[in-house]
């Protein structure tokens, strides 16, 4: 005996209705086409997630609700659960899960779980949930409940905390366990998701059915990876991560003795009996490079179209980061929607220059040169009436990126390119950029990626490319800003091996300064040196543009710091 499930995996974009609403109802005939008993739909997928303060808006709230509206009819044939934003008895919003079966809005959960860390700001928004839903799938031919397949409902944070609404709807008699979810990506976050959905399916014994989105809202990646997982804690089918698609899946079960302690459930049709077999195409996980430039790809191809964009403009050094940047906006947009521009100065090495070019022509994106030294003399001539007899220092290095940054501005200005930024995490943490310089431009890429991954990255976008993009020449180079001669990025910092790890410990993870020093190896002063250099660079952060977060806690939403700050941690 088999339950037929439709895990509608879709990317859906905040505030666009008319597209949302288009994608949920086609995937609604998908599933009714293949006979299923029950389409899922990721959480809050009528609105996008997330929607922020949009949620403040009456006017968007009701979009909201008018759109169910619209969709609930097309149900007449399967069963839908989809993600919106309901509002209880007082009027306050909750985050819910219409169930639509027979042409009809039969129950509604709202999520019990309001996540409040991280990037996830719910309880700003929404009033949680008060009780869990249980639905009953019934065969035509059953006598009342007694042949009835219990299902409960749940809504992303709802399953990922103990004490959550599974066990009780477990405990009710639920063999089947539904969770709708936007679960944002990091590296390894499939793991830690399979992790705790196993762990699930044995304490509970039930099937776990669970729907993820997929697709870019700003800087957040939702990869997908949808799955359904049996009572053993086996994965029985797992959906491909950054892929839209509706995934047919049969999933063996069998009635099961019940109670109605959690009041009465709703009632939905159950086939049973199909025919034909369900469309299983189980994937196995992504090898972690491949994943992150996927989740890179996926990231920027959305935030470049969603918002409106064509092409991309990207300031091209020869150095490895804006190299990477400029393959991941071929992979992800095409070479057609990229161009490339080389802006040498007085410093720039012909290896640089000649490596700037060859990547270009390797990738097939429009290049440019535009050399600066021209503009770098005549801004030196005007400031040396001011300046007087300054010795040269980082007000003439930062002079030749704010020229660059101002030349891909106008550029972007006249043709109506988005500039892509190309610094790393390693350079942004400790202020190693220039605002207003390199920090120029609309989406930082790789903002989110340590420079140790870089290097690892464009090894995988060769192996993407399946040739030599970035030649061996790039990797090779000892890194350097090339604003004064013989400069190395590791005049100034540590090494990238060492300095990543400290970035680790102190960004990501919030050790002291203490345990700090035992992951990195680094001298107390250097260490002392770096924390410094992280705190007081919140500034700049705070002025950066947006970019893709791969880690577990990215500069932005995940971490936020006061720019006025007197704090120095413990050595």
Known sequence: MSFRVALAQINVTVGDFASNGSKIADAIRRAARGKADLVIFPELCVTGYSPEDLLFKPSFVQANLDLVRRLIPLTRKTTAVFGYVDKDRKGS???????????????????????????????????????????????????????????????????????????AEASAGASVLVNISASPYHAGKLRLREEVLVRRAKETGAWILYVNLVGG??????????????????????????????????????????????????????????????????????????????????????YVRKNGFTHVVVGMSGGIDSALTVALAAAALGKESVTAVSMPSRYSSAGSRADAEKVSRQLGVDFQEIPIEEVFQLWLGMLRPVFGKRAPDATEENLQARIRGTLLMALANKFGWLVLSTGNKSEISTGYCTLYGDMAGGFAVIKDVPKTWVYRLSRYANKHFGRDVIPESVFRRPPSAELKPDQRDQDTLPPYDKLDRLIKAYVEQNLPASEVRRHCGLPVKEVEKVLRMIDVNEYKRRQAAPGIKITPRAFGRDRRMPLTNRFKEPA
């Open 93 to 167: 919003l909750v985050n819910a899960a219409a169930v639509g079966a027979g042409g009809k809005l039969v129950a509604s959960y709202g999520k019990m779980r309001l996540p409040n860390y991280g990037v996830f700001d719910e309880k700003r928004y929404f009033t949680p949930g008060s009780q869990p839903v249980l639905l009953d799938a019934v065969s035509a031919g059953a006598a009342g409940r007694s042949g009835a397949l219990r299902i409960g409902l749940s809504i992303c944070e709802d399953i990922w905390v103990d004490d959550g609404p599974c066990q």
């Open 217 to 302: 809202q700003d800087e957040l990646v939702f990869d997908g990876g949808s799955m359904a997982v049996a009572p053993s804690g086996k994965i029985f089918f797992r959906a491909p991560q950054f892929e839209e698609g509706v995934f047919l899946v049969d999933v063996p079960v069998r009635p099961a003795p019940h109670h109605d302690g959690l009041g009465v459930p709703a009632r939905i049709p159950w086939r049973v009996s199909k025919g034909g077999a369900a469309v299983k195409r189980s994937v196995s996980p992504l090898r972690t490079e491949e994943e992150i430039f996927r989740a890179l790809m996926l990231g920027l191809r959305d």
